[in-house]
């Protein structure tokens, strides 16, 4: 019962598909090109690495500060 349920609904698939995207291409694609110059490091631009960068720097000083508040070692 089941294999012709399959086989009934991939045959009007395929009839609903216009020519051009039943027909197998001839040309293999061509790869695109990547920049070899650029290095990008975890897929991200200089400038959200730096962003990136900065906001750990914050959370690290805020992180300190509220550990040396909580431990009764920060002179305020």
């Known amino acids: 019962m089941l294999d012709n349920l399959r086989n009934q609904a991939s045959s009007e698939y395929e009839e609903e598909l216009?020519?051009?995207?039943?027909?197998?291409e001839d040309e293999a694609p061509t790869p695109?090109?990547?920049r070899s110059s650029s290095k990008k490091l975890l897929g991200m631009t200089p400038q959200q690495r730096f962003?990136?960068?900065?906001?750990a720097m914050f959370m690290?000083?805020?992180l300190g500060a509220?550990?040396?508040?909580?431990a009764g070692k920060l002179g305020i």
């Open 66 to 70: 509220m550990i040396l508040l909580v």
């Open 32 to 34: 695109r090109r990547t």
């Open 60 to 62: 690290v000083c805020l």
């Open 51 to 55: 962003i990136i960068s900065v906001m």
């Open 18 to 24: 216009p020519d051009f995207l039943l027909e197998e």
